[in-house]
């Protein structure tokens, strides 16, 4: 079992930057691959980014490729999802996702586990 909680979502204007962290208990945090994923008003909720459980492999949504960075503190317990030259069409409600699954896919249906998500707004 993890429990997962996300912080940093904000309002920030066309351009700017902000970190999302997502917080992990128990002790085989280092075990899990972990993700992020977003969901806008009236959207299906969609991949963002993934990393593996060492950190070495990440993978990312064309949507936010170059733009985005997701990495991980093993010794901290967290992953992070560093967001740059934000745009309007990022708006969405941003969830925290680990799983157990040695090689997942990009749908949610590959993630046991979920935070309870993050607003980031995105103003014009």
């Known amino acids: 079992q993890v429990q997962l909680v996300e912080s940093g979502g904000g309002l920030v204007q066309t351009g700017g930057s902000l970190r999302l962290s997502c917080e992990a208990s128990?002790?085989?945090?280092?075990?899990?691959?972990m993700a992020w994923f977003r969901q806008a008003p009236g959207k299906e909720r969609e991949f963002v980014a993934r990393?593996?459980?060492?950190?070495?492999?990440?993978d990312y949504a064309d949507s936010v490729k170059g733009r985005f960075t997701i990495s991980r503190d093993n010794a901290k317990n967290t992953v992070y999802l560093q967001m740059n030259s934000l745009k309007p069409e990022d708006t969405a409600v941003y969830y925290c996702a680990a799983t157990s699954r040695l090689f997942p896919s990009m749908n949610t249906t590959s993630y046991n586990y979920w935070g309870q998500g993050t607003q980031v707004t995105v103003s014009s």
């Open positions: 128990g002790r085989t945090f280092s075990s899990y691959n």
């Open positions: 990393i593996s459980w060492s950190g070495g492999s990440t």
